[in-house]
């Protein structure tokens, strides 16, 4: 019984090759202004399956390309940007016909300011994915963006500022749009034997033709040594949350 099961269950014949190669170069100049970085990749596997009455033959190819930059704004001191863009294909296919064809487009941009006094980060980012297998093809495209604010004082708090937003859209959709939003504030601060933490966060979620939600959060953290055999922690939240 185990040999005639073997032979109607043969998953052999499965064929892998990766060509990955990965390049960095860095135009010599004094500041590092541009700096080039990228890599490709592609994969190939084959499955066959026998049986008494029927053979199947499911082959798979998936490529991949990303090329991105980085470097100084010029001074160092004025901040850096990072970039990169990438594209990813997967498609799959049954005895000649296909059950898979994705891609995917990846857009991603970061700037970072003033590193040495009042860091600012930005970052967006554009994902785009498409299936094309028909009848049933459809497509989704996620945009996000967030913005990061450090003033790192010394006699009060340090604050950081938060801002956070994104946008999915797929077609087709039932659903329809959802976008996101957030807003937050952290305050820090070392006493001599206590640190404090509080966040405060604000949320904003609409999907579709759904009523707009709303939220607030806050969170708060303390931790005090009284003597080195002795430490208190305190941990606070709250959390609202209507339409």
Do not use: C
């Not at 064809?101 to 970052?123: A, E, G, I, M, W």
């Amino acid at each position: 019984g185990l040999a005639v099961f073997f032979r109607m269950m043969i998953l052999f014949i499965i064929a892998t090759f990766v060509l990955p190669f990965s390049l960095i170069v860095g135009l010599a100049q004094a500041q590092q202004l541009v700096n080039l970085r990228g890599n490709m990749e592609a994969s190939y596997g084959q499955t066959l399956v026998n049986t008494h009455t029927s053979q199947t033959r499911s082959p798979s190819f998936l490529h991949r390309y990303n090329l991105g930059t980085f470097g100084n704004l010029g001074d160092p001191r004025a901040g850096s940007y990072d970039a990169d863009i990438s594209y990813q294909e997967n498609i799959g296919k049954i005895d000649g016909r296909r059950n898979q064809d994705q891609d995917v487009l990846d857009y991603r941009l970061s700037f970072n300011l003033l590193p040495r006094k009042t860091p600012l980060t930005f970052f967006a980012q554009r994902i785009t994915r498409e299936n094309e297998i028909e009848p049933n093809p459809s497509r989704n495209r996620l945009d996000t963006y967030s913005l990061t604010w450090d003033l790192p004082l010394q006699r009060v708090p340090h604050l950081r500022f938060n801002l956070f937003q994104s946008d999915s859209k797929t077609t087709p959709s039932t659903t329809g749009n959802v976008q996101t939003r957030t807003a937050g504030v952290d305050a820090s601060h070392q006493f001599v034997n206590t640190s404090l933490f509080t966040r405060y966060q604000y949320t904003e979620q609409k999907s579709g033709l759904s009523p707009t939600t709303r939220g607030h959060t806050v969170n708060m953290n303390s931790e005090a040594r009284i003597n080195p055999a002795m430490v208190f922690n305190f941990h606070g939240n709250y959390s609202n949350r209507a339409a």
